[in-house]
């Protein structure tokens, strides 16, 4: 479990009664939370709950029907076009599938943010790119091409570019997805690291149990796109809910299956981005 001592009552993130719709689906239904200023918050939820749909209007990535949220203190509805790009410098992310550019050696990725968002000198962002490989444990490894890394290093090399511009808050999209049990620890580890030597918040989306029970200062439960409970690990592993008790012990649930998921689970579609919430 993560050390709640080093998060504050400062809200980084604040959400109140968020609603948003695909179509003429609503997806996300009243939902009110906060991310505090060093804090670890996970999002949990089964399959179809909308844990990855609302990271993505976290990141203020997609345009909500109604409700309030404020990022750093700032409401996302007051924002013109420019002070959404300086806001979005101050957001890390480190995508699900580590998300590197093929093309482009190790330290070309790490230093893609400086290259679009600042204007220093290419020593510069070389060392720069150097110091955040270091603390994710890949110092040396810059001139690599992504295929010579594995699974883990992928994922570690996606977190280097994700703090390389000391972001206020980091968000991840299930870091801990296709990887064996070692190496997803030693990844949680590195979450943990971060944020002490950063004192940056960072919002996790994850489906392993043991992840979440490990890092998490605060857990957010989501189900059907509504919130079941936000609390302390404690607090969620002896919550008497029934839908909590199931998620927690893998037991499965009778629900029929809405026909627009049977199809997209069929043809392999992302219904997360698409249809449905994951």
């Known amino acids: 479990m993560a050390d709640s ?35 670890i918050m996970v999002i949990m939820g089964g399959s179809g709950s909308g844990k990855s ?21 700032r409401d996302i509805d007051d924002l013109s076009s420019q ?14 599938g580590g998300a590197l550019f093929s093309s482009l050696t190790v330290g070309e990725n790490v230093m893609l943010p400086l290259y679009e968002h ?26 690599l ?9 992928i994922k570690r090399a996606a977190f280097a570019r994700a703090v390389v511009m000391d972001p206020k808050i980091l ?8 990887l064996d049990p070692a190496v997803a620890s030693a990844l949680d580890d590195l979450i943990l690291t971060l944020r002490e030597a950063m004192g940056m918040s960072i919002v996790v989306v994850t489906h392993e149990l043991e992840s979440a029970f490990k890092i998490a200062d605060r857990i957010t439960v989501l189900d059907r796109g509504k919130i079941l409970m936000i609390g302390t690990v404690d607090e969620v592993r002896s919550s008497k809910n029934e839908r909590i008790y199931n998620l927690l012990n ?5 629900d029929t299956m809405d026909p627009d ?11 997360d981005i698409g249809n449905q919430p994951l």
């Not at 209007?57 to 949220?69: H, P, R, V, W």
């Not at 600042?118 to 001139?143: C, N, P, S, Y």
């Open 171 to 178: 968000f991840c999209d299930e870091p801990s997805a296709g």
């Open 118 to 143: 600042t204007k220093l000198e290419i020593q510069t962002m070389e060392i720069m790119a150097r110091m955040k490989l270091q603390v994710v444990e890949l110092g040396g490894f810059e001139d």
């Open 261 to 271: 998921e049977y199809l997209a689970r069929l043809t392999g579609e992302d219904f």
């Open 250 to 254: 893998r037991v499965p649930e009778d």
């Open 145 to 153: 091409m992504p295929a010579e890394l594995s699974g883990g290093m």
């Open 53 to 73: 749909t609302l990271l993505r209007y976290l990141m203020a990535l997609e345009t909500k029907t109604s409700g309030t949220m404020r990022i750093l203190g």
């Open 83 to 96: 002070d959404f790009v300086d806001l979005r410098k101050k957001l890390g992310v480190a995508f699900q």
């Open 5 to 39: 001592e080093t998060q504050s009552t400062e809200k980084v993130i604040e959400v109140e009664d968020l609603v948003t719709h695909y179509g003429e689906r609503k997806i996300l239904d009243g939902i009110t939370m906060d991310v505090r200023d060093g804090e």
